[in-house]
């Protein structure tokens, strides 16, 4: 059982950054970024295939970043332009068969608070 811990969220104003860290145990063939704001349904937000691939939805294009430290076994997010609809809770993700924002087959952590308000 991999084990995902997530770190850096916090409160920003419009147009501020953030960088999500997540420290993981096991690698696995797809790690992602993943958000749930309150009352709707966790959303894929960018993903990383052990070969290098990236994704990442349409809202956050341009703005999200999404990277690993193998060495440190580390994912991070590094989130720029912030919007108030960006505010969510974001989890670290990682997929042992599959890169996609399908939730079948992630397992998550405990989830960061990020907070996007002026």
């Known amino acids: 059982q991999v084990q995902l811990v997530e770190s850096g969220g916090g409160s920003v104003q419009p147009g501020g950054s953030l960088r999500l860290s997540c420290a993981y145990s096991q690698l696995r063939y797809c790690m992602g970024w993943f958000r749930q704001a309150a009352g709707k349904e966790r959303e894929g937000v960018a993903m990383r295939s052990t070969g290098g691939s990236t994704w990442y939805d349409a809202s956050v294009t341009g703005r999200f970043t999404i990277s690993q430290d193998n060495a440190n076994k580390t994912l991070y997010l590094e989130m720029n332009n912030l919007k108030p609809e960006d505010t969510a809770t974001y989890y670290c993700?990682?997929?042992?068969?599959?890169?996609?924002?399908?939730?079948?087959?992630?397992?998550w952590g405990q989830g960061t608070q990020a907070t996007v308000s002026s």
């Open positions: 993700g990682a997929n042992p068969k599959t890169c996609s924002f399908n939730l079948r087959y992630w397992s």
